[in-house]
């Protein structure tokens, strides 16, 4: 499956922005599918996931209760709505399908990544 994408800016503090990730060739509905950030300096890190079919997510400490994925099957598109964001929210978000993940003590840890999506930059100003 490829994978597109879009929905990034700059923002102020408390702002939100929603990512798109549009997906092509298969139905995303039948991946998982993870966003992933790097921030600059910083390793990538995994924040949000979702699984298959009944759809349901897991989200790493530093965006839990800001961040919510969702799916909508019929545009073959997942979504990260990011609200309340923070300066340390700053970073390229990429969307990626993987075989596997699982939380552990608040890290989202993530198995064989199979498809990369372009990054899109989100820069949230203080």
């Known amino acids: 499956v490829q994978l597109q994408a879009s929905g990034g800016g700059s923002v102020q503090a408390g702002d939100s922005l929603r990512l798109s990730c549009v997906g092509s060739?298969?139905?995303?509905?039948?991946?998982?599918v993870g966003w992933s950030r790097q921030a600059p300096g910083k390793e990538r890190e995994f924040v949000a996931a979702?699984?298959?079919?009944?759809?349901?997510?897991a989200y790493a400490d530093s965006v839990k209760g800001r961040f919510t994925m969702s799916r909508d099957r019929a545009k073959n598109t997942v979504f990260l709505q990011m609200n309340s964001l923070e300066s340390a929210d700053t970073g390229v978000y990429y969307c990626?399908?993987?075989?596997?993940?699982?939380?552990?003590?608040?890290?989202?840890?993530?198995?064989?990544?199979?498809?990369w999506g372009q990054g899109t930059q989100a820069t949230v100003s203080a």
């Open positions: 990626a399908t993987m075989t596997y993940f699982r939380l552990v003590s608040g890290t989202l840890w993530v198995d064989d990544v199979e498809s």
């Open positions: 060739g298969r139905a995303l509905s039948d991946y998982r």
């Open positions: 979702i699984r298959g079919g009944g759809g349901s997510t």
